[in-house]
């Protein structure tokens, strides 16, 4: 692994994905940096795009998501402008009809129950290749969640990764107010008798480590991430899962993502 090559493409993505929100008036900045590290390191380090598959299940997060498909070429210049306009297919939530997009998401919950089916169908039919899951950690509200991890538990596929992009916040509030703590989830993700452990979600070595070994069942890591990462005024700050940079905000942010 060439840690810095990562680092550095991880804020290349930050950058050019902060210009394209911004220029498209979105929303979710802060939820997309907070998984870029993790996304960075599965397409660029980890995955074989010919048998792994990839399912945002946090699908406000999109943008991140298009941002790495185009700076590797799978969707080009002319579509990735088209982001969040009038009579495009890249709108805000995945969609299918997006190259290198599985699968379409953005009702939160279902994306998990997705994975699972693709991976107990790749295990019956004996095919190669890994699912990654990536879940927030607000979505673990869902009561579809949980029902997932039972037939998961049930089934043990060997070629699921589940990933929870614990920053902490979710639209209007810190998840534990809702949820519960993370050191909860944590415990209660370990009564599923799944292959559950706690990384740093913008530690590239604990990245490398957590996806490293073989499966000997599917495999849940708790990221803790800073929602808004590497923008100062960003960080830990939950209004920006939904505000739009202006001009001066802009700037800033792309001077610090240098």
């Known amino acids: ?78 579509e990735y402008a088209s982001y969040h306009s009038n009579d495009s297919h890249f709108i805000a939530h995945p969609n299918h009809v997006v190259n290198g997009v599985e699968v379409s998401t953005g009702s939160l919950g279902h994306g998990l129950a997705i994975a699972s089916g693709l991976a107990w169908a790749n295990s019956m039919d004996k095919k190669p290749g890994i699912i990654y899951c990536l879940l927030g950690d607000g979505e673990c509200q869902e009561g579809s969640i949980w029902e997932a991890l039972i037939f998961i538990a049930r089934n043990l596929f060997k070629n699921l990764i589940i990933i929870i992009d614990a920053n902490n916040y979710q639209g209007f509030s810190d998840t534990c107010d809702s949820l519960f703590s993370h050191k909860k989830l944590f415990q209660m993700l370990k009564g599923t008798a799944l292959d559950v452990r706690e990384i740093n979600g913008h530690n590239f070595k604990e990245i490398q480590a957590a996806l490293s070994e073989d499966l000997i069942a599917p495999r849940v890591l708790l990221a803790h991430t800073i929602k808004g990462k590497g923008v100062s005024y960003m960080e830990n700050k939950f209004e920006w899962h939904y505000k739009t940079p202006d001009p001066n905000q802009l700037n800033q942010a792309l001077d610090e993502l240098k």
Do not use: P, W
């Open 1 to 78: 692994m060439n840690e810095n090559y990562l680092m550095e493409k991880a804020k290349v993505i930050r950058r050019t994905c902060l210009q394209s929100m911004t220029k498209a008036h979105s929303s979710h900045i802060g939820c997309v940096f907070s998984m870029v590290d993790i996304v960075t390191y599965l397409f660029y380090e980890k995955m074989d795009h010919k048998i792994d598959k990839f399912i945002l299940s946090k699908g406000h997060a999109v943008a991140g998501l298009y941002t790495v498909l185009h700076d590797r070429g799978i969707i080009n210049d002319e």
